[in-house]
Nanobody
Framework: QAMVVESGGGLVQPGGSLRLTCETS????????MAWYRQAPEKERELVAA???????KYADSVKGRFTISRGNAKTTVYLDLNNVQPEDTAVYYC????????????????WGQGTQVTVSS
């Protein structure tokens, strides 16, 4: 049973912005880290950004300076702000909650939502 729900995707023009939202139903006491992944057609799923409750944050090199991960006050929500999007950002974006984070890497739980489609096109 998926324990995350992603929303906020859509069609956006190159250079535009979008906010993705992830809500998790996992016990917040168990969620030390949350992350966003994406999967483009015919490509493997890749980590986009991850963050922990004690402030560690990691971004993929391809999105540094353009995307921002943040957590809501309720701590059961994580956002991904996409700025200056490019066609190569087109993908299904997935959230993962409750994985582990060490050695500057996020290790996801094998529990995924349906994802939210982001399409960058003029």
């Amino acid at each position: 049973q998926a324990m995350v729900v992603e929303s906020g995707g859509g069609l956006v023009q190159p250079g535009g912005s979008l906010r993705l939202t992830c809500e998790t139903s996992r016990n917040i006491l168990l969620v030390y880290a949350m992350a966003w992944y994406r999967q483009a057609p015919e490509k493997e799923r890749e980590l986009v950004a991850a963050m922990t409750t004690d402030g560690q944050i990691k971004y993929a090199d391809s999105v540094k300076g353009r995307f921002t991960i943040s957590r809501g006050n309720a701590k059961t929500t994580v956002y991904l702000d996409l700025n200056n999007v490019q066609p190569e950002d087109t993908a299904v974006y997935y959230c993962n909650a409750g994985g582990t984070y060490y050695n500057d890497n996020y290790y996801p739980l094998d529990s995924w939502g349906q994802g939210t489609q982001v399409t960058v096109s003029s």
